[in-house]
């Protein structure tokens, strides 16, 4: 740890990795979600390691989930969404997805939330935008979170770029970040690495400093 002009900038993960300072987010762990992407059951796991970890050392928890709004109260750009999604070209011939409530809603089982555990709801790619998130954190004084879930290319990018820009540390756990393609993932990775900020480890690498 550095300290300058009172403050304790982190050089190490495991500086980084301190419950005091650091969130642990999972992203879109849904019943929906998860099924949709072919290394999902091993992203689970590696999602579940990194729970039960964050537990264990009393880390602050929050899950991202995300929703559809109903197509009759969606605006354009959540239509325009859901069409090219639904590969459909009639916005009347939708149909409902990831609706409030729905079980596809719902985050998997083997992950369920406790009652001390945060839930983000959102609409939106990036877990910051239009969301509480950013305040709960800054009011517990957090400037770091570890971040897992699906999809890496998708939402994971997206939140972690708004994050920089709100001055976070973010911490990307490779193997618990789930995409359709290792290639979109693997770029997603190199784009983010080219920022020097994000720190890219492997579930044991971080479960470990953790500890």
Request: hydrophobic share 45%.
């Amino acid at each position: 740890m550095i300290e300058a002009f009172g403050l304790s900038v982190p050089q190490s993960l495991a500086e980084v990795c301190d419950p005091r300072r650091c969130a642990v987010i999972l992203y879109d762990m849904q019943a929906g979600i998860v099924p949709q992407i072919g290394e999902g059951q091993q992203v689970l796991r590696h999602c579940q390691e990194l729970l039960q970890a964050a537990r264990a050392r009393g880390f602050r928890i929050f899950f991202a989930r995300h929703m559809f709004l109903p197509h009759r109260a969606a605006g354009v750009g959540q239509l325009r969404r859901s069409m090219i999604w639904q590969r459909q070209e009639d916005p009347l011939q939708l149909r409902p997805m990831i609706t409030y409530g729905s079980d596809a809603w719902q985050i998997v089982p083997e992950l369920a939330p406790r009652a001390d555990e945060v839930m983000i709801d959102k609409i939106t790619m990036s877990a910051f935008e239009g969301t509480f998130l950013d305040i709960a954190m800054r009011d517990a004084h957090l400037d770091a979170f570890v971040i897992a879930g699906i999809a890496m290319e998708v939402g994971i990018e997206p939140t972690v770029r708004h994050a920089l820009d709100r001055n976070y540390i973010p911490v990307v756990v490779t193997d618990a970040c789930g995409s359709k393609e290792a290639e979109l993932k693997e770029r997603s990775l190199k784009t983010l690495a080219q920022t020097g900020e994000v720190l890219a480890v492997s579930t044991a690498e971080v479960v470990a400093a953790m500890a």
